[in-house]
Nanobody, 113 residues
């Protein structure tokens, strides 16, 4: 059974940091690229970052370059998203996905002072 479980969300102040985790099971994690998306009520779904199967290639949305870092631990079947210097408009539900495999329910990240 394929599972994605995100965690690490929570209230953060503008300028603050959070580290999200995505623990997966039920498929060969190391064979797939991992994506982090975010979705808010005000905006369409946005690809935040992605990482290749062995972590040797990453891409970021222009809006998060230099502030967010995606990483993975294939031994733990887990992906991470380190978010620094967060902005108020980045309030959203953040979730991880694997193309053609599935996605998690997401973790809420409110950004407020």
């Amino acid at each position: 059974q394929v599972q994605f479980v995100e965690s690490g969300g929570g209230l953060v102040q503008p300028g603050g940091s959070l580290r999200l985790s995505c623990v997966t099971s039920g498929f060969t994690f190391s064979s797939y690229a991992i994506n982090w998306y975010r979705q808010s009520q005000q905006k369409e779904r946005e690809l935040v970052a992605a990482i290749a199967s062995f972590g040797d290639n990453t891409i970021y949305a222009d809006s998060v370059k230099g502030r967010f870092t995606i990483s993975r631990d294939n031994a733990k079947s887990t992906a991470y998203l380190q978010m620094d210097n967060m902005k108020r408009e980045e309030k959203a539900v953040y979730y991880c996905t694997v193309e053609s495999v599935g996605r998690g329910q997401g973790t809420k990240v409110p950004v407020s002072s």
